[in-house]
């Protein structure tokens, strides 16, 4: 069973099966068990998937999340998918989903993520990260929490040290 | 100048003992090399031509004495014993061994320094002025807005994987634009709007490189506390529509050029409606605080040409020379601005040994409440001298070669490290700054041409500020040898402009009769009032043209 790390630095057994996006042409096949399908897909579709809590959907890095706007929690797991780790569209996408369209279940990084972008991840909103293989997954709950505190607020937190100086 | 309380230290800890955790997963070959690779650049390192170059952050070019000391003694302990100060107002070390920089950062960090975001595809160090509070001419202090935008920006989690690389500059003086703030991503203008009240006007867009822009005006006023959710609202639109397929489209430049300004301003407003009243929304408090950190040091009631330096000046004629170039007006009577330039013949323009940085810290502590500046031109700025003790100054500096009265001259060369040092040069440009020096070494002459900015660089990413020089010039490579293209007319001043390419590019040996044949151009046109510059615009491009390819 593959593993993912949750925000708090625990490893926990994965449900979820993502699913890439069907060729051209063809439809889409749903796994047996809870699975990840194209955003866009579950969208043109979403008579038959809102409200089943067995179908999440990912976004890749340059797609726009506002297409979820007004379903957000219609959705048990929303995935972003991080192509190469230097592509940081994720983290905008990520901050949206929290702190403009109100989304509140599981937010997950996929694709190229590494130890050393967790801590990132983490403060804009995602709360599960699915390690790439080849990294000790050991090590994430020590690079979660390399910082103990930080300047900004993000999605993880309303109060910016500017404001905590003055408070 | 500001002072770090408890969580700027913690903070700085944290970071410190992350980067050495990197460093240790890197060597030990748990990280490979494109993994690591952004992670060191996020903390200055770069892999040079001979060995690692670590940038130094020096926010918005502020140094106390104890810094300097501490910098003299990391390049003597860490590296070859000394330091170049760069054209953004940072400080590089040439030859630290990997192994070393996290024990490097830890020293750094005691005295509060530190090497975040000097490099890597984030937001870097913030500049302004370096007459900053000293100057009579600006609206407020720069230097608190630069330290709000230096915490906000320092590891913003949504902000660290740009597509490229982020500069802002921050002005205050509606006369003059030290900071350059025009060839910037984001350029802040501090204003005051009809109301009367303190904001900002954006610039966004400009920059040099291979692709030079004015930044246009994308916001004419925001009000003082919503300077942070606006740059977040910028820096979203870039981060996510920003170019990633190309490396030398990736600039912000390109986006705002694409959407037109008026379509970047327009996504940017409907991005910050969202945005303006979170809690990144600044208070009066928050600011009040900062302001704090930069009051007025303490001093004394004077007046100005004391008797002591009117006689000083009419007895040494090169001290008086010195006076009349390398010093400014100050706010305060009595008092006045020192530049103290690293522009000596013969040595790479910004370079400084341990010896001369522990000199600097030592007349910074005795003439200038020990504190010190970096400036783009790569000059150090003492900002608050007193005129009586100017003489004195002279004679402490002299020895050590930051004398060279030619502030703001053809020799006060903005240079990059090029060919000599950086991987990136397509050319060497050190000793073509040294072989025009050379050429001019006539002080009397060097001044009666008045002010010009000769600016070069080593390679397209234009470090040595070409575009913008009254004469810029850039190192090419045609077919393995190293060949210069001369540009004329550029300014990064008020009147910011991208200088225009006179024609095919010169050997090496040709440039010091290159820029004299340019020069004399000059002088045989000009009239009485011109500077260089002027009589460049009235002119044009053509005689130049036609006497340099005669």
């Given at each position: 069973?593959?593993e993912?790390?949750?925000?708090?630095?625990?490893?926990?057994?994965?449900?979820?099966?993502l699913v890439?996006?069907?060729?051209?042409?063809?439809?889409?096949?749903?796994?047996?068990?809870?699975?990840?399908?194209?955003?866009?897909?579950?969208?043109?579709?979403?008579?038959?998937?809102?409200?089943?809590?067995?179908?999440?959907?990912?976004?890749?890095?340059?797609?726009?999340?506002?297409?979820?706007?007004?379903?957000?929690n219609?959705?048990?797991?929303?995935?972003?998918?991080?192509?190469?780790?230097?592509?940081?569209?994720?983290?905008?996408?990520?901050?949206?989903?929290?702190?403009?369209?109100?989304?509140?279940?599981?937010?997950r990084?996929?694709?190229?993520?590494?130890?050393?972008?967790?801590?990132?991840m983490?403060?804009?909103?995602?709360?599960?990260?699915?390690?790439r293989?080849?990294?000790?997954?050991?090590?994430?709950?020590?690079?979660?929490?390399?910082?103990?505190?930080?300047?900004q607020?993000?999605?993880?937190?309303?109060?910016?040290?500017?404001?905590?100086?003055v408070? | 100048?500001y002072?770090?309380?408890?969580?700027d230290?913690?903070?700085?800890?944290?970071?410190?003992?992350?980067?050495?955790?990197?460093?240790?997963?890197?060597?030990?070959?748990?990280?490979?090399?494109?993994?690591?690779?952004?992670?060191?650049?996020?903390?200055?390192?770069?892999v040079?031509?001979?060995a690692?170059?670590?940038?130094i952050?020096?926010?918005?070019?502020?140094l106390?004495?104890?810094?300097?000391?501490?910098?003299?003694?990391?390049?003597?302990?860490?590296?070859?014993?000394?330091?170049?100060?760069?054209?953004?107002?940072?400080?590089?070390?040439n030859?630290?061994?990997l192994?070393?920089?996290?024990?490097?950062?830890?020293?750094?960090?005691?005295v509060?320094?530190?090497a975040?975001?000097?490099?890597?595809?984030?937001?870097?160090n913030?500049?302004?002025?370096q007459?900053a509070?000293?100057?009579?001419?600006?609206?407020?202090?720069?230097r608190?807005?630069?330290?709000?935008?230096?915490?906000?920006s320092?590891?913003?989690?949504?902000?660290?994987?740009?597509?490229?690389?982020?500069?802002?500059?921050?002005?205050?003086?509606?006369?003059?634009?030290?900071?350059?703030?025009q060839?910037?991503?984001?350029?802040?203008?501090?204003?005051?709007?009809?109301?009367?009240?303190?904001?900002?006007?954006?610039?966004?867009?400009?920059?040099?490189?291979?692709t030079?822009?004015?930044?246009?005006?994308?916001?004419?006023?925001?009000?003082?506390?919503?300077?942070?959710?606006?740059?977040?609202?910028?820096?979203r639109?870039?981060?996510?529509?920003?170019?990633?397929?190309?490396?030398?489209?990736a600039r912000?430049?390109?986006?705002?050029k694409?959407?037109?300004?008026?379509?970047?301003?327009?996504?940017?407003?409907?991005?910050?409606?969202?945005?303006?009243?979170?809690?990144?929304?600044?208070?009066?408090?928050?600011?009040?605080?900062?302001?704090?950190?930069?009051?007025?040091?303490?001093?004394?009631?004077?007046?100005?040409d004391?008797?002591?330096?009117?006689?000083?000046?009419?007895?040494?004629?090169?001290?008086?020379?010195?006076?009349?170039?390398?010093t400014?007006?100050?706010?305060?009577?009595?008092?006045?601005?020192?530049?103290?330039?690293?522009?000596?013949?013969?040595?790479?323009?910004?370079?400084?040994?341990d010896?001369?940085?522990?000199?600097?810290?030592?007349?910074?502590?005795?003439?200038?409440?020990?504190?010190?500046?970096?400036?783009?031109?790569?000059?150090?700025?003492?900002?608050?001298?007193?005129?009586?003790e100017?003489?004195?100054?002279?004679?402490?500096?002299?020895?050590?070669?930051?004398?060279?009265?030619?502030?703001?001259?053809?020799?006060?060369?903005?240079?990059?490290?090029?060919?000599?040092?950086?991987?990136?040069a397509?050319?060497?440009?050190?000793?073509?700054?040294?072989?025009?020096?050379?050429?001019?070494?006539?002080?009397?002459?060097?001044?009666?041409?008045g002010?010009?900015?000769?600016?070069?660089?080593?390679?397209?990413?234009?470090?040595?500020?070409?575009?913008?020089?009254?004469?810029?010039v850039?190192?090419?490579d045609?077919?393995?040898?190293?060949?210069?293209?001369?540009?004329?007319?550029?300014?990064?001043?008020?009147d910011?402009?991208?200088?225009?390419?006179?024609?095919?590019?010169?050997?090496?040996?040709?440039?010091?009769?290159?820029?004299?044949?340019?020069?004399?151009?000059?002088?045989?046109?000009?009239?009485d009032?011109?500077?260089?510059?002027?009589?460049?615009?009235?002119?044009?491009?053509?005689?130049?043209?036609?006497?340099?390819?005669?």
């Amino acid at each position: 069973m593959p593993e993912v790390i949750t925000q708090d630095g625990q490893i926990k057994a994965d449900q979820w099966t993502l699913v890439e996006r069907p060729a051209e042409g063809e439809t889409i096949e749903l796994p047996t068990g809870p699975a990840i399908i194209p955003a866009d897909i579950w969208y043109a579709n979403k008579n038959q998937f809102a409200g089943r809590d067995d179908v999440g959907v990912w976004l890749e890095s340059h797609d726009e999340p506002g297409i979820l706007a007004d379903s957000v929690n219609d959705l048990p797991i929303i995935a972003v998918n991080f192509p190469k780790f230097t592509d940081g569209r994720g983290y905008s996408s990520a901050r949206l989903l929290r702190e403009r369209y109100g989304y509140k279940n599981e937010l997950r990084a996929i694709g190229d993520v590494l130890l050393d972008q967790l801590q990132f991840m983490k403060r804009c909103g995602f709360d599960s990260y699915a390690l790439r293989a080849d990294k000790d997954i050991q090590l994430a709950a020590h690079c979660l929490n390399f910082f103990s505190q930080a300047y900004q607020a993000a999605t993880d937190t309303n109060e910016p040290l500017f404001r905590r100086r003055v408070s | 100048m500001y002072v770090y309380d408890e969580h700027d230290r913690q903070i700085l800890a944290e970071r410190v003992a992350q980067f050495r955790h990197q460093t240790d997963r890197a060597l030990a070959g748990d990280l490979a090399e494109d993994e690591f690779l952004p992670l060191r650049l996020q903390n200055g390192l770069y892999v040079q031509r001979l060995a690692p170059m670590l940038r130094i952050c020096v926010p918005y070019g502020m140094l106390r004495s104890d810094q300097l000391r501490r910098l003299a003694k990391v390049s003597r302990d860490y590296d070859k014993g000394y330091a170049h100060f760069t054209t953004r107002q940072n400080v590089q070390l040439n030859w630290p061994a990997l192994e070393d920089v996290p024990d490097i950062l830890a020293e750094l960090a005691e005295v509060e320094m530190h090497a975040n975001q000097t490099s890597g595809n984030c937001i870097r160090n913030t500049t302004t002025d370096q007459f900053a509070g000293a100057q009579s001419d600006e609206l407020v202090d720069p230097r608190p807005y630069c330290e709000i935008i230096r915490q906000w920006s320092t590891y913003h989690p949504e902000f660290a994987f740009l597509p490229r690389k982020f500069k802002v500059a921050v002005n205050a003086s509606e006369l003059t634009d030290r900071a350059a703030v025009q060839v910037h991503d984001i350029g802040i203008e501090i204003v005051h709007n009809d109301a009367g009240e303190l904001g900002f006007r954006v610039h966004v867009g400009g920059g040099l490189g291979r692709t030079p822009m004015v930044g246009p005006v994308i916001r004419e006023f925001l009000p003082e506390l919503d300077l942070l959710t606006y740059l977040e609202a910028v820096l979203r639109v870039y981060n996510r529509y920003g170019r990633r397929d190309n490396k030398y489209k990736a600039r912000i430049k390109i986006l705002v050029k694409a959407l037109t300004p008026e379509g970047f301003a327009e996504k940017v407003e409907e991005e910050w409606s969202h945005i303006k009243d979170s809690p990144t929304r600044l208070t009066p408090d928050a600011i009040a605080r900062v302001q704090s950190y930069f009051t007025e040091p303490d001093y004394a009631a004077l007046s100005n040409d004391p008797e002591t330096l009117v006689a000083a000046r009419s007895e040494h004629k090169a001290f008086d020379k010195w006076v009349t170039r390398n010093t400014d007006a100050h706010k305060k009577p009595g008092y006045a601005i020192v530049t103290l330039t690293m522009k000596k013949t013969g040595v790479p323009p910004g370079d400084v040994s341990d010896l001369q940085l522990e000199h600097i810290a030592n007349v910074a502590d005795r003439y200038s409440f020990g504190e010190a500046r970096v400036t783009h031109q790569q000059n150090v700025v003492l900002a608050d001298v007193r005129q009586d003790e100017l003489y004195e100054l002279w004679q402490a500096i002299k020895p050590m070669g930051f004398a060279t009265a030619n502030l703001n001259t053809l020799t006060d060369i903005i240079c990059c490290p090029g060919g000599d040092y950086c991987a990136l040069a397509n050319a060497k440009s050190i000793p073509i700054a040294e072989s025009i020096q050379r050429k001019f070494d006539n002080l009397d002459y060097v001044y009666d041409l008045g002010d010009i900015d000769l600016n070069i660089s080593g390679c397209m990413n234009a470090c040595g500020h070409h575009h913008v020089g009254h004469i810029g010039v850039l190192g090419v490579d045609k077919k393995g040898e190293e060949f210069y293209q001369v540009s004329l007319g550029g300014s990064s001043q008020r009147d910011a402009s991208i200088g225009k390419i006179l024609g095919p590019s010169f050997a090496s040996e040709h440039m010091p009769n290159v820029i004299e044949k340019i020069i004399n151009v000059f002088v045989e046109n000009r009239t009485d009032e011109e500077a260089f510059l002027d009589t460049y615009r009235r002119i044009g491009i053509t005689p130049f043209k036609e006497r340099v390819y005669a």
